[in-house]
C-alpha cells in the first residue's frame, strides 16, 4: 500500500475510534443518567457496554504505549563552544525540527511521552549544562535540528549525581498566568536569557550534595491543531471583548485590512493592545508548543534550596510582558502557596521530572520566539562563567575515524565524543607517515606518544623512542615486560652511572657503504645542529666531515675491539705523529685533504670540534658510551630486525644535546640506507622524538629530510615540542607540508597562530591557546584526504593497555635488554679509553713488520641479535 493510502486508512482508524469514544461516553452518560429508558432494550444496553469496553481498550492502549515510549526517550548533552551565537532564524529553525518529536499519525496513543525537554542543571563543577531529551523515534529529527547550530558538540549525558538522604527540596511548577492569546515578552538573545539561569545556581556545591534541574518541556502543536487553536483564541478574545465593534477591529486586523469603527480613546487603546498582543501570538508564523517547565532544588544546608529556588524564578521573569509565568498552586490570601510540595502532589511531581510526562498543571500555548532564550545552549553572550562549554568551534570527528580496540593497522590518537557516547579512536598506519604534537609541558602530548608506542611495539613493529628525561621510558618498561616483547627492547640509558652498552658512532664492522656513509653525515649534522653551524661555517663543516671519514676509514683496516671512536678525532687533529701513522689508511681525498690543506689552516681552526668532544669526555658515563671501540648497538640492525629502542640522552647540558643529536640522525641516516634494501624487505619501523627543537639547531636540512624521505625506506616519524615557533623556519614548512597527523594541544600565542592558520576551518589561535588540559585539536589523513580538525581527548596508558601493566616482569626485561646489548663497567671502559690511541698505532705498527693483517669485509655486529 502507498504512503498516502496508509495515511488515509490511519486517518479513517482514527475518525473511527474516536467516534466509538465519543459513542461509548454519550451511550454511558445516558445509562447512568436514565437508565429505565433502556429497559427492554437489551440491544442498545449491549451496544453501550460494548463501546465502553472498546474505549477502556484504547485507553489502557494508551497507557501502556506511553509507558513504553518514556521508557525509550533519548537524551544528549549540547555543549557550546566558545563562540557560539546562533541567530534568531537559526532558533526558530531548531524549533521547527522539533516538531517532529510528535508523531503526525498515532500520535493520541504515546502525546504524553512525546514532548522535548530541556534540561538545564549543574555539574560537578556548578557549571551550567543543557541536556536535549526526545522520544526514541525523534533521534533523527535532533539531529537535523541540531544542524542549526554548527558549533555545539554533543555528548552522551553524564550519569545521574546522587542526591544526599538528608536533603531540603524544593520545587515548583511554572505555567502562564494569563491566557494563552496574550504573550510573553520577546527577551531575544542578547544579552543571553540563560546568564540569569547560571547566576542562580553559580555557588551550589555539587560535592556537598547540591542538586538542581530546570525541566522545560515543550509538546510540538501539529498544523490542524494550531488552525483550531488560532480560532479559539480569537473566540476568547471575542468574549473578553465588550463591545461588537471590537470583534470587527480585531477581524479587520487579521484580515489585514480595513480600519476599525470609532470608540472611546480609553476603549480604543484597550483595544489596541489586545489586537497587537492576539495577533504576535496566533499571526506569527513560528512553531507552537505546549509548556511544562517544572523546578527543583535540593541541598543539605537548611534554607539553600529555597534561596536558590527564589533566585531561578526571578530568572524567568525575564520572560514577563503581557502574560508571565508563575508558580502553579493555590494561594491562600497572600500567606502561603499550596504548590508541588505538598505530599498529595510531589509524587506527580517527581514521576514528571524522572520520566519526561507531559501532563502539566495547565494547559497553555506559546510560540517559538516567546521562549527562544531557553531554546539553545549558553551562548557568546551569556557572561557567567560557570557555563560548560567545549572551547574551540571545530566540526565533529570524521565518521571514517575507526574505533581502535588494539588493531595492529591502526596508530591510537585519543578519544572522541559525540552524541553516541566516548571512543578510542585510530589512523590507518597505511597513510600515517609523519606526525607532529604540539603542546604545553604536562597537557598530555607525550602520553599520547607513549601510546602509540607502545601499541606498536607490542603489534610486532620495529620502534624507537628518543625521550631525553627519562620519564617516559619509565612509563612504558612495564608493558613490554611481556614473553616475546621483552627479547626485543634495547635501552640507551645516560642515567646509568655503574654500566654503559658500547656504541661506536665510527664502527664500520659488518655494515654496508650506504649504512657507513650515513654514519658520517650523521656526526656532521649532529655537530651542526649543537653548534648551529649554517652555510657560513663552511671550514668547521668541512674539517668535522674530513676527520670523521678519516677515522671511518680506518676502522675498516683495524678488527672491532680497535675501530677507532669519536674520541679519536682530537687526537687526529691534533696529534702530527699519531695523524702521519693512520693517513696510509684512509682514502686518497681524504688523505689528501690533510696532508696538502689541513697544515694551512690556523691552530684555532680546530677548537670547535675538539672543546666539544673534551667536554663529551668529561662525564663518564657518555665517554663509556662513546668510548667503547666495539659497536654493541647499531640502529640500522635494530630497523632491519623489528627491534624497540629506548633512548634516554639526559636533559639540560650542551653535552646531553650533542648524545641526543647523535641518536636522531643517526637513526635519520640509517633510515635514508635502507633505500639499498629492496620494498619487500623493507620492515616497517617507527621512531619519536621527544624536545624535538633539540635536534634543529642547524641549517642541514636533516629534519626536513625526515619529513619528506624516510617514508620511502618504510619508517615513520613522529616530532613532538611545546610549541612550533622553536622549530625553523625550514622546518615548520616540511611539517605542515607533509605531515599526515597533527595534534596540538594547548599553546602559546606564537604557536597557536602558527597552528590555527594550518588548520584553518575557523581556528583561532585564541581557541587552541584555551585548550585545557589533556584536551587537543587533531586533523588526520583519512582515504588520502586531509580531516578538518577536530577535538580530542588523551587517553592514559593504564586506560588504552587495562590490566597489561606488569611491574613484575621489570627484572626478566631487563636481563633482555643486558643480552640484546651487552653493558659493560664504566671504569673499566675508560680506563683503556685513553691507551686506545696507543694501542691502534701499535696495531698499524705490527701490520707494517709483517704481524697479522687486520679483518677487513663485513663481520657479525656484536650485541644486536
Known amino acids: ?159 545521574p549525581m546522587p542526591e544526599p538522604r538528608r536533603a531540603e527540596v524544593a520545587r515548583a511548577e511554572l505555567v502562564l498566568a494569563r491566557p494563552s492569546n496574550e504573550p510573553l515578552r520577546r527577551a531575544g538573545l542578547d544579552p543571553d536569557p540563560l546568564a540569569g539561569l547560571a547566576r542562580a545556581i553559580d555557588g551550589l556545591d555539587a560535592s556537598a550534595g547540591d542538586r538542581v534541574a530546570v525541566c522545560v518541556d515543550l509538546l510540538p502543536v501539529a498544523a490542524g491543531r494550531r488552525r483550531r487553536m488560532r480560532r479559539r483564541l480569537l473566540r476568547e478574545a471575542g468574549r473578553r471583548t465588550s463591545s461588537p465593534s471590537a470583534q470587527d ?107 519526561g510526562l507531559f501532563r502539566p498543571a495547565r494547559r497553555r500555548f506559546v510560540t517559538a520566539g516567546e521562549i527562544a532564550g531557553l531554546l539553545k545552549p549558553a551562548t557568546v553572550r551569556c557572561a557567567p562563567s560557570n557555563v560548560l562549554r567545549a572551547g574551540a568551534a571545530v566540526g565533529p570527528p570524521p565518521r571514517r575515524l575507526a574505533t581502535f580496540h588494539g588493531q595492529a593497522g591502526l596508530m591510537p590518537i585519543g578519544k572522541v565524543t559525540d552524541e553516541d557516547g566516548e571512543r578510542v579512536v585510530g589512523v590507518p598506519l597505511a597513510e600515517t607517515f609523519f606526525s607532529y604534537i604540539a603542546g604545553r609541558s604536562r597537557f598530555g602530548k607525550t602520553e599520547t606518544a607513549l601510546g602509540q608506542f607502545v601499541h606498536l611495539a607490542r603489534s610486532g613493529q620495529g620502534c624507537f623512542l628518543l625521550d631525553p628525561h627519562h620519564d617516559g621510558i619509565e612509563r612504558v618498561k612495564p608493558y613490554l615486560t611481556e614473553e616475546g616483547v621483552r627479547e626485543r ?21 659488518g655494515r654496508s657503504p650506504a649504512r657507513v656513509a650515513g654514519q658520517v653525515d650523521a656526526v656532521v649534522d649532529a655537530f651542526a645542529s649543537v653548534l648551529r653551524w649554517d652555510e657560513l661555517n663552511t671550514r668547521a663543516l668541512n674539517l668535522t666531515t674530513q676527520s670523521v671519514q678519516a677515522l671511518v676509514d680506518l676502522s675498516r683496516a683495524l678488527p672491532p675491539e680497535l675501530a677507532p671512536t669519536i674520541f679519536e678525532i682530537p687526537v687526529l687533529l691534533s696529534d702530527d705523529g699519531w695523524r702521519a701513522a693512520v693517513l696510509p689508511y684512509v682514502s686518497p681525498p681524504v688523505r689528501h685533504f690533510f696532508e696538502d690543506r689541513f697544515p694551512l689552516l690556523p691552530a684555532e681552526a680546530i677548537t670547535p670540534v675538539t672543546n666539544l668532544i673534551d667536554r663529551l669526555g668529561a662525564s663518564p658515563v657518555a665517554a663509556a658510551l662513546l668510548g667503547n671501540p666495539r659497536a654493541g648497538y647499531d640502529v640500522r640492525a635494530a630497523m632491519d630486525c623489528g627491534l624497540i629502542v629506548l633512548f634516554c640522552s639526559g636533559w639540560g647540558s650542551t653535552r646531553d644535546r650533542l648524545i641526543a643529536n647523535f641518536a636522531a640522525f643517526d637513526a635519520l641516516h640509517a633510515a635514508h640506507s635502507r633505500r639499498e634494501l629492496a620494498v619487500g624487505r623493507r620492515r616497517s619501523f617507527s621512531m619519536w622524538f621527544d624536545e624535538a627543537q633539540i635536534y634543529d639547531g642547524g641549517s642541514s636540512g636533516t629534519l626536513t629530510a625526515l619529513h619528506e624521505q624516510i617514508a620511502k625506506s618504510g619508517v615513520r616519524g613522529t616530532l613532538i615540542n611545546q ?59 583519512l582515504d588520502g584526504d586531509i580531516s578538518p580538525p577536530f577535538r580530542l581527548a588523551g587517553v592514559a596508558l593504564e586506560e588504552l593497555f587495562p590490566g597489561q601493566r606488569r611491574s613484575e616482569g621489570l627484572p ?47 663481520q657479525k655486529v656484536e650485541g644486536l641479535r
Open 249 to 355: 477591529a480585531l477581524g479587520a486586523l487579521l484580515a489585514g485590512g480595513g480600519r476599525p469603527p470609532a470608540a472611546d480613546a480609553p476603549e480604543l487603546v484597550a483595544r489596541r493592545l489586545d489586537r497587537h498582543a492576539l495577533a504576535g501570538k496566533v499571526a506569527a508564523d513560528e512553531p507552537l508548543f505546549e509548556p511544562q517547565i517544572l523546578v527543583r532544588v535540593a541541598s543539605p544546608v537548611d534554607g539553600r534550596a529555597r534561596s536558590r529556588l527564589a533566585a531561578i524564578l526571578a530568572a524567568f521573569d525575564a520572560f514577563a510582558g503581557e502574560n508571565h509565568l508563575r508558580v502553579s498552586g493555590l494561594r491562600l490570601a497572600g500567606l502561603a502557596l499550596l504548590g508541588s510540595d505538598l505530599p498529595w502532589r510531589r509524587g506527580r511531581f517527581e514521576r514528571r521530572l524522572a520520566t
Open 723 to 781: 610549541s612550533p615557533g622553536r622549530l625553523s623556519a625550514a622546518t615548520i614548512e616540511a611539517i605542515l607540508t607533509n605531515r599526515s597527523l597533527l595534534i596540538t594541544t594547548g599553546q602559546d600565542a606564537k604557536g597557536a597562530k602558527l597552528l590555527a592558520d594550518e588548520l584553518g576551518h575557523g581556528v583561532t589561535k585564541e581557541a587552541i591557546a584555551g585548550l585545557s588540559r589533556y584536551h587537543s585539536l587533531a586533523s588526520v589523513t
Open 489 to 509: 627492547v634495547v635501552e640507551i640509558d645516560l642515567t646509568d652511572t655503574r654500566r654503559q652498552p658500547a656504541w661506536n658512532l665510527l664502527s664500520a664492522a
Open 812 to 858: 626478566a626485561l631487563e636481563a633482555a635488554i643486558a643480552a640484546n646489548a651487552p653493558r659493560f663497567p664504566v671504569a673499566r671502559t675508560l680506563a683503556r679509553l685513553h691507551e686506545h690511541p696507543r694501542a691502534i698505532l701499535g696495531h698499524l705498527a705490527d701490520a707494517r713488520r709483517g704481524g697479522p693483517r687486520p679483518k677487513t669485509g663485513r
Open 1 to 159: 500500500m502507498s504512503d498516502p493510502r496508509r495515511r488515509e486508512a490511519a486517518l479513517l482508524v482514527a475518525l473511527v475510534a474516536a467516534a466509538i469514544v465519543m459513542a461509548a461516553v454519550s451511550g454511558a452518560r445516558r445509562l447512568l443518567v436514565r437508565p429505565a429508558a433502556l429497559a427492554g432494550r437489551p440491544v442498545a444496553v449491549g451496544l453501550v457496554l460494548a463501546l465502553a469496553g472498546i474505549a477502556i481498550g484504547l485507553l489502557a492502549a494508551r497507557i501502556v504505549v506511553t509507558r513504553r515510549a518514556l521508557a525509550r526517550r533519548v537524551a544528549v548533552l549540547a555543549v557550546p563552544a566558545d563562540s557560539f551565537d546562533p541567530g534568531q532564524e537559526a532558533v526558530i529553525a531548531f524549533a521547527s525540527a522539533l516538531g517532529r518529536s510528535r508523531r503526525a499519525l498515532r500520535g493520541f496513543f504515546d502525546a504524553p511521552a512525546s514532548a522535548v525537554r530541556l534540561r538545564l542543571d549543574a555539574d560537578e563543577a556548578g557549571r551550567l549544562r543543557y541536556l536535549i531529551e526526545v522520544p526514541g523515534h525523534a533521534t533523527a529529527a535532533l539531529r537535523v535540528a541540531l544542524a542549526a547550530y554548527g558549533a555545539v558538540e554533543l555528548r552522551p549525558p553524564p550519569a
